[in-house]
């Protein structure tokens, strides 16, 4: 062999090899504190998009990758900015990963013509992450909203606890799941202890009349719950196990697996709450003890335009309502079960048809009962036996039928979109208790939605939304929502809204009678239609280690004919709904946010809200206001690499209004009271097993005194306290995940 032939062989070997794969690294770091990124999920796929593999980062933020053409990457990391960018053969690439702060870039979907960031949002849009959820240790989705500004929670023994919004209660709050409305209102308001918080991804809240958009019950706003979706590994499993020590006792698990363009997910709950009363040689208990089971499933599918999503989800719980015991051997009792049952079956489908214009069905079944047993109890033998009274056994059912489709044009810095869409809602009730035993009513509607961006930081969205309601006649409802960018940290948020509310079943046809209740549905109900203005002003200012802002929002509403609870007769505590001449809030709400990169996170706020009922419009009285603080701190220490949070929350002195036999009007006041919750969390082994412990309610806070002409409220039993909380109590959760990376899907 000569000198040439061997150089030319040496050449076509080196060219052969260079075309073979060859090592590429890519090595995360922070943005602002050049710390390493670890764990962080790396999409790989070439540029057309296909050989997917989905990568993670190691201890010290670095990937490793065999390739022999040009890749396009994108980074997941929690609490950091997405980021695609390409690589190339043998390249060392470092990459700086931006912090995600105060959620500025989550990606929010509720009222959108499209998902897209919340400060792009035209609406005021509150996000709650899962992140923020585990920090404050909420189980459900009552713990979690009473932590918030101008949200007053309050409970009842056997109705569960609800919440106010901008001083509206919870039957003028629109409660989805998924965009799915959430059905078994009682006393017009859902209990939000039954809405467990094991699977969430986040939580959006806007507050403010969204009418338009999703029709009626939704005057205060809407408060969208977000199931998790893993989209990023071949395989991933989460337990957790949370213990307080007040009896509380809940499992949670869940799976998902891809396949390729296909994902099946399973969730399953098991919560226990063994109950709690001040006086602990009672029998009957002010906090029920209960039992709840919580299981939903779903598949999707996902090609590059088009995503359908199957689910399905189920609740039941059982709350034990136990009697005291009865002279003159106090030796029996009449105990209660009630029995709840929540199914609801979804399917959902996302298509792009052409260039920037979307399609979205989505259908839904949801079926609700509750059954009510009533027994005497012999406990010298054991012996438990149905009662003879036929009032004493009751069995409401409630079904639910949802068509909803949106198609809209959605353009990035279009000066003109839309979304025009039909909503169709069909309800019905079965039941002794309810009129007939048969009751229904449909809620019909036709929305159109205009996005109009006559200057680069100037936004406006007029809506209209017509509708046919088979018992009311449904007024045209519109509303106007502005967003003007005046700076680039500054910016501008402003909506006026008409909105309507007919009455639902229960407030119409349905007789609500147990040993705490006793409230008789008034079919002559007019429907509600209300005004509403929100003024909303947000600063924020990003610096290399250093973010702070501030928002200050003003809200009105006035609801005419409003509905409320009225004293039939005042011997029987028997109470129906009546329409009041006007009912208006009125209030704001200041809050501030710093943050000192990544150890530190300062909030606090400051809000007030104000209520006036008025039953004839001729007889103006007062407004009063109720005030809350709050504050919170997440704090890193980095050496030990465990994170302190400090939750606290002043709750002012709340007015109630009571419409009397007579029809005069006689107020109350729950006195002021403050709330504070600390925890600690660490991770180990590589973050798959969390580690959290610590203590609620440290100012130890039970019954708060009620002051003024309290009539008893809307239990037979009247007292001058309200039930607020179980007492100081500490807590324990670990939560476990695996998470199998590293596989292949054709996409």
């Keep these: 062999m000569n000198k040439t032939t061997?150089?030319?062989?040496?050449?076509?070997?080196?060219?052969?090899?260079?075309?073979?794969?060859?090592e590429s690294i890519l090595t995360l770091r922070d943005a602002r504190s050049a710390e390493s990124?670890?764990?962080?999920?790396?999409?790989?796929?070439?540029?057309?998009?296909?050989?997917?593999?989905t990568l993670v980062s190691d201890i010290d933020g670095k990937v490793k990758v065999n390739t022999s053409v040009k890749l396009l990457f994108t980074i997941s990391a929690l609490g950091y900015r997405q980021l695609t960018d390409t690589i190339l053969p043998g390249q060392h690439k470092k990459v700086a990963l931006e912090p995600s702060v105060y959620n500025m870039d989550e990606v929010v979907v509720t009222g959108q013509y499209t998902p897209q960031a919340v400060d792009k949002s035209i609406f005021r849009v509150k996000v709650i992450g899962a992140r923020q959820i585990g920090q404050k240790a909420s189980n459900n989705l009552g713990e979690l909203m009473a932590g918030e500004l101008n949200i007053r929670s309050s409970f009842d023994g056997a109705l569960g606890s609800r919440i106010t919004m901008q001083g509206l209660g919870g039957e003028h709050i629109k409660f989805l799941i998924d965009g799915v409305p959430l059905i078994g209102r009682m006393n017009g308001n859902i209990d939000l202890g039954q809405l467990n918080l094991y699977n969430v991804n986040q939580i959006e809240v806007i507050e403010g009349p969204m009418s338009v958009i999703y029709g009626s019950n939704a005057l205060a706003g809407v408060i969208n719950i977000i199931t998790g979706e893993s989209r990023h590994?071949?395989?991933?499993?989460?337990?957790?196990?949370?213990?307080?020590?007040?009896?509380?006792?809940n499992f949670t698990a869940?799976?998902?697996?891809?396949?390729?363009?296909?994902?099946?997910?399973?969730?399953?709950?098991?919560?226990?709450?063994?109950?709690?009363?001040?006086?602990?040689?009672?029998?009957?208990?002010?906090?029920?003890?209960k039992r709840q089971y919580n299981a939903d499933a779903a598949i999707n599918y996902s090609a590059k335009d088009f995503k359908f999503r199957l689910s399905g989800a189920f609740f039941n719980e059982m709350l034990k309502d136990k009697g005291e015991l009865m002279k003159p051997y106090y030796e029996t009792a009449f105990d209660s079960d009630f029995q709840t049952n929540r199914f609801t079956a979804k399917a959902d489908v996302q298509a792009k048809v052409a260039t920037d214009r979307y399609i979205n069905v989505l259908a839904s079944y949801s079926f609700y009962n509750r059954i009510k047993n009533t027994y005497f109890i012999d406990l010298t033998t054991l012996d438990k036996i149905l009662t003879a009274n036929t009032f004493d056994q009751d069995t409401s059912r409630f079904g639910q039928y949802l068509l909803r489709a949106e198609f809209s044009k959605s353009t990035t810095n279009s000066k003109f979109n839309y979304q025009l869409g039909i909503d169709l809602n069909h309800e019905t009730g079965f039941g002794r208790r309810i009129l007939d035993q048969r009751q229904q009513i449909g809620d019909y509607a036709a929305f159109l939605s205009l996005k109009i961006q006559p200057l680069v930081r100037l936004m406006l969205q007029p809506g209209l939304r017509y509708g046919y309601n088979t018992?009311?006649?449904?007024?045209?409802?519109?509303?106007?929502?502005?967003?003007?960018?005046?700076?680039?940290?500054?910016?501008?948020?402003?909506?006026?809204?008409?909105?309507?509310?007919?009455?639902?079943?229960?407030e119409?046809?349905?007789?609500?009678?147990?040993?705490?209740?006793?409230?008789r549905g008034n079919e002559l109900l007019e429907a509600e239609d209300s005004q509403n203005i929100n003024l909303a002003l947000r600063y924020h200012k990003e610096k290399?280690?250093?973010?702070?802002?501030?928002?200050?929002?003003?809200?009105?509403?006035?609801?005419?004919n409003s509905i409320t609870l009225a004293t039939v007769n005042?011997?029987?505590?028997?109470?129906?709904?009546?329409?009041?001449?006007?009912?208006?809030?009125?209030?704001y709400q200041l809050t501030f946010n710093n943050r000192l990169y990544p150890w530190l996170e300062l909030k606090a706020g400051i809000g007030q809200t104000g209520r006036k009922q008025m039953q004839d419009k001729n007889f103006n009285i007062d407004m009063i206001y109720s005030t809350d603080v709050l504050g919170s701190v997440n704090y890193l220490w980095r050496k030990a690499d465990l994170r302190v949070a400090l939750y606290y929350k002043y709750n002012g002195d709340y007015p109630e209004v009571f419409i009397n036999a007579d029809e005069s009007v006689s107020r109350s006041i729950m006195e002021g009271y403050h709330t504070m919750d600390l925890s600690a969390s660490k991770e180990f082994f590589a973050q798959r097993l969390q580690a959290q412990i610590g203590v609620k309610n440290l100012f130890n806070n039970t019954n708060i005194a009620v002051k003024g002409d309290t009539g008893g409220g809307i239990h037979s039993g009247g007292g001058g306290s309200s039930a607020v909380g179980w007492g100081r109590t500490f807590f324990v959760r670990l939560t476990f995940q695996f998470q199998k990376i590293n596989s292949r899907n054709e996409n």
């Design 6 to 22: 061997f150089i030319s062989l040496i050449f076509v070997l080196g060219c052969v090899l260079w075309g073979h794969s060859q």
């Design 37 to 53: 990124v670890a764990y962080a999920h790396v999409l790989l796929s070439t540029l057309e998009g296909v050989n997917q593999q």
């Design 233 to 249: 590994t071949s395989l991933s499993t989460n337990a957790s196990a949370y213990l307080e020590s007040v009896g509380v006792y």
């Design 254 to 289: 869940d799976a998902t697996i891809r396949k390729k363009r296909w994902i099946g997910s399973v969730a399953a709950a098991r919560n226990f709450f063994d109950g709690f009363n001040l006086d602990e040689n009672a029998r009957s208990q002010r906090w029920k003890p």
């Design 471 to 506: 018992k009311y006649n449904s007024p045209l409802v519109y509303s106007l929502n502005v967003k003007w960018d005046l700076q680039e940290e500054l910016s501008l948020r402003a909506s006026y809204a008409k909105g309507f509310r007919a009455p639902s079943l229960k």
């Design 508 to 519: 119409l046809y349905l007789e609500f009678v147990d040993v705490n209740h006793n409230i």
């Design 544 to 560: 290399p280690s250093y973010d702070y802002g501030a928002e200050i929002n003003f809200f009105y509403n006035e609801i005419h």
């Design 570 to 587: 005042a011997e029987e505590a028997l109470y129906t709904y009546v329409n009041l001449d006007n009912l208006i809030t009125q209030g």
